[in-house]
């Protein structure tokens, strides 16, 4: 699939001009679940170092960019889509945004202390993304990455029976030692890998599907059992989301 097919797809996709969300998921789970935990683990990176300007990238339809707008950092959002650069604008009018190339980026070097990205990576070349980052990153910048995790079942089951509107051919999941050696080998030196959310996903999307609303206990159950999972040696590395979280060292 050619860069033109992605923007086709992207620009087909629903988002909510209030919280910049792509609207594919359940409105319990996924929000209560899925974004909780990974906000809260955002957040509490952030408040340890304090950075002077985020990378949105691969903003989407600007739903980090809203939160962190809102935390009071400046923030930069970058996307392929021009529809959905419309959208987080809409969203979030105190953040920048630009339609660009994700291995093209048009910025000058050294520009960013922090660069953050929601699963985007596996939709591209992953040594010209580092290559780029790198160059616009100061050195040393700190970065949040979250990706899909191959290894996981439901996930890869999910994507068979219930593929989300914005899937695209090529996309390729990672194994997390392959991912972390390939980021450690062009510089981003990853201290520490969270596994997060071992079933909520495919859960969130089938719901959705299903137009089915669950209840709060379900979701409070689905918050315990994702706990749970995170913490079992061995087992939470079938988690679905991969969060490495380190520096860019040039």
């Known amino acids: 699939m050619t860069k033109l097919d992605e923007i086709e797809v992207y ?3 629903k988002a909510s001009s ?5 609207e594919e998921w359940d409105e319990v789970i996924f929000p209560n679940v899925i974004r909780k935990k990974l906000i809260a ?15 949105d990238y691969g903003c989407g339809g600007g739903w980090l960019s809203v939160l962190l707008s809102r935390w009071g950092f400046d923030v930069v959002g970058i996307d392929l889509s021009a529809h959905l650069v419309r959208n987080a604008k809409l969203a979030c009018p105190r953040a920048d945004f630009v339609v660009c190339d994700g291995e093209k980026l048009p910025f000058r070097d050294a520009v960013f202390d922090y660069v953050i990205e929601i699963s985007v990576l596996h939709h591209l070349n992953l040594k010209r993304v580092c290559s780029e980052l790198k160059r616009i990153s100061f050195d040393r910048a700190d970065f949040i990455f979250e990706e899909p995790n191959l290894l996981n079942p439901f996930s890869a089951i999910g994507r068979k029976l219930f593929p989300m509107e914005t899937h695209t ?5 990672f194994v997390p030692r392959h991912l972390e050696m390939a980021l450690n080998e062009s510089g981003f030196w990853c201290r520490e890998t969270n ?5 909520a996903f495919p859960l969130a999307r089938l719901f959705k599907i299903a137009n089915i609303r669950p209840s709060s206990w379900s979701f409070k159950m689905i918050f315990l059992f994702e706990n749970i999972m ?5 087992i939470k590395k079938l988690n679905a989301s ?3 979280i380190g520096k860019i060292q040039k």
């Open 11 to 13: 620009d087909k996709s």
């Open 18 to 22: 209030d919280t910049g969300e792509i």
């Open 41 to 55: 683990l955002i957040k509490a990176k952030l408040q340890s170092v304090k950075p002077k300007t985020i990378l």
């Open 169 to 173: 051919e090529g996309e390729k999941p």
């Open 195 to 199: 596994y997060l959310f071992f079933m």
């Open 230 to 234: 995170e913490k079992i040696p061995g």
């Open 242 to 244: 991969l969060i490495m």
